[in-house]
């Protein structure tokens, strides 16, 4: 059994005093500011046919804190500033990799309010964590331990929406060790009637309440749409109230997500899933799409990293293929297949459930790719022969 050094983010609400509230509230104005300004450089660079990389755009932040308009800069710490710089480069490592959209910028309503700390610009100390230019500790509500003997390397501080605080540290967690190897796989669909339909047959439904909470989110976002724009309270009160109905959706969301992807990993050495950066590029539709949209991209990341902890294997396939007219039983393709048709039999005489149909589609899609490509996955490189991974998805049928 190999033991990895794993690092995982613990994550807590804390309650800040007005001084700390307002220091972080200053810096996060900061680091959305150099992150726009950093992508506007970079973004009015490019249309010179020049690229500007992360050291150009550190050097071009000691400049801005020379200025007077931007001296403020200089007031908060400098560390979360340059980090703001680091993901800007990640976002562009992306982009540039066909992994993500151009870079976007940061609004002030919208956006998330979060900085993250370094180890030169927090200190951890029995317990207690205490930010640069703060004097005190935060009171964080330290609902888990964090495990014995762990140093926080980053950590990040954020609010949400409701207008709650939370700081997530990331440290090494020596309990996390490598699961023995199974030989079992699974192929996992994303759907909207039920979160998940799992090539075995199993279908897992969305946590519980979440059909009421989102309705309940749909009425606040309509009385947050009639309130006037000029009145301030109102509107504020109805903004707070629809993010606290988000928050609980979220906060439902990925407690169920959290016992799920464990268990998957646990059980299977070999995930099989449809890559959806293709679909993520198209402009959202419904708020049902956007929530399952949300949940699919927390779902991934989860399952991604917990493969890594426990030494299983997640493969994104492209979509390449009509998974839900392809008979997983005999490779014939159905002329149609309309979205109402939830089960439909083959000329071979199989009858299938339109979603677990998909999901061994996926399942057979991503072991092919296994067996010829010793586990690469398919959108990031594809190894000779494959061609039919490498090809641009049609947009997947819903
Ligand atoms: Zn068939």
């Given at each position: 059994m190999v033991t990895t050094h794993v690092k995982r983010a613990f994550k807590y609400r804390f309650y800040p005093t007005d001084a700390q509230a307002a220091e972080l509230s200053r810096t996060f104005g900061c680091v959305r500011k150099v992150y726009n300004m950093a992508l506007a450089a970079r973004t009015e660079a490019r249309t010179r046919g020049e690229r500007v990389n992360y050291n150009q755009t550190s050097a071009l932040l000691t400049l801005w804190k020379k200025t007077e308009e931007l001296a403020?800069?200089?007031?908060?710490?400098s560390v979360p500033l340059q980090q703001a710089l680091r993901h800007l480069q990640v976002a562009f490592t992306n982009f540039f990799g066909k992994r993500a959209k151009y870079p976007r910028f940061k609004s002030r309503k919208k956006s998330r309010r979060s900085a993250e700390y370094t180890t030169s610009a927090f200190r951890y100390r029995d317990g207690k964590l205490t930010l640069a230019k703060m004097s005190e500790p935060l009171d964080i509500a330290w609902s888990r331990h964090l495990p014995e003997g762990a140093a926080p390397s980053t950590v990040t501080v954020s609010q949400d929406a409701a207008g709650r605080w939370f700081v997530s540290m990331l440290c090494e967690d020596p309990t996390v060790v490598a699961l023995p190897a199974t030989d079992t796989a699974v192929g996992i669909d994303v759907g909207l009637t039920h979160l998940l339909t799992l090539s075995s047959g199993e279908k897992i439904t969305n946590p519980r309440h979440e059909r009421k909470d989102r309705a309940r989110l749909a009425l606040a976002q309509r009385r947050l749409a009639r309130k006037a724009k000029g009145d301030g309270a109102n509107r504020a009160k109805a903004r707070r109230k629809a993010a606290k109905v988000h928050a609980r959706i979220t906060d439902r969301r990925r407690d169920h997500l959290h016992k799920l992807t464990t268990r998957l990993v646990r059980e299977n050495q070999t995930l099989v899933i449809e890559d959806l950066t293709v679909r993520n590029m198209v402009k959202n539709r419904s708020l049902a799409r956007a929530i399952s949209d949300a949940a699919w991209s927390e779902f991934r990341s989860m399952l991604e990293y917990k493969a890594a902890w426990y030494g299983r294997e997640v493969i994104a396939v492209d979509r390449w293929f009509p998974s839900s007219k392809l008979c997983s039983n005999c490779g014939t393709i159905a002329s149609t297949m309309p979205l109402h048709v939830r089960e439909w039999t083959c000329d071979c005489g199989t009858t299938h459930d339109r979603d677990v149909n998909a999901a061994k589609n996926l399942l057979a899609a991503g072991l092919a790719v296994t067996v010829c490509g010793a586990g690469v996955r398919p959108q990031r490189s594809s190894p000779g022969g494959q061609s039919a991974t490498k090809q641009k998805t049609p947009r997947r049928e819903p």
């Amino acid at each position: 059994m190999v033991t990895t050094h794993v690092k995982r983010a613990f994550k807590y609400r804390f309650y800040p005093t007005d001084a700390q509230a307002a220091e972080l509230s200053r810096t996060f104005g900061c680091v959305r500011k150099v992150y726009n300004m950093a992508l506007a450089a970079r973004t009015e660079a490019r249309t010179r046919g020049e690229r500007v990389n992360y050291n150009q755009t550190s050097a071009l932040l000691t400049l801005w804190k020379k200025t007077e308009e931007l001296a403020y800069l200089s007031e908060v710490s400098s560390v979360p500033l340059q980090q703001a710089l680091r993901h800007l480069q990640v976002a562009f490592t992306n982009f540039f990799g066909k992994r993500a959209k151009y870079p976007r910028f940061k609004s002030r309503k919208k956006s998330r309010r979060s900085a993250e700390y370094t180890t030169s610009a927090f200190r951890y100390r029995d317990g207690k964590l205490t930010l640069a230019k703060m004097s005190e500790p935060l009171d964080i509500a330290w609902s888990r331990h964090l495990p014995e003997g762990a140093a926080p390397s980053t950590v990040t501080v954020s609010q949400d929406a409701a207008g709650r605080w939370f700081v997530s540290m990331l440290c090494e967690d020596p309990t996390v060790v490598a699961l023995p190897a199974t030989d079992t796989a699974v192929g996992i669909d994303v759907g909207l009637t039920h979160l998940l339909t799992l090539s075995s047959g199993e279908k897992i439904t969305n946590p519980r309440h979440e059909r009421k909470d989102r309705a309940r989110l749909a009425l606040a976002q309509r009385r947050l749409a009639r309130k006037a724009k000029g009145d301030g309270a109102n509107r504020a009160k109805a903004r707070r109230k629809a993010a606290k109905v988000h928050a609980r959706i979220t906060d439902r969301r990925r407690d169920h997500l959290h016992k799920l992807t464990t268990r998957l990993v646990r059980e299977n050495q070999t995930l099989v899933i449809e890559d959806l950066t293709v679909r993520n590029m198209v402009k959202n539709r419904s708020l049902a799409r956007a929530i399952s949209d949300a949940a699919w991209s927390e779902f991934r990341s989860m399952l991604e990293y917990k493969a890594a902890w426990y030494g299983r294997e997640v493969i994104a396939v492209d979509r390449w293929f009509p998974s839900s007219k392809l008979c997983s039983n005999c490779g014939t393709i159905a002329s149609t297949m309309p979205l109402h048709v939830r089960e439909w039999t083959c000329d071979c005489g199989t009858t299938h459930d339109r979603d677990v149909n998909a999901a061994k589609n996926l399942l057979a899609a991503g072991l092919a790719v296994t067996v010829c490509g010793a586990g690469v996955r398919p959108q990031r490189s594809s190894p000779g022969g494959q061609s039919a991974t490498k090809q641009k998805t049609p947009r997947r049928e819903p």
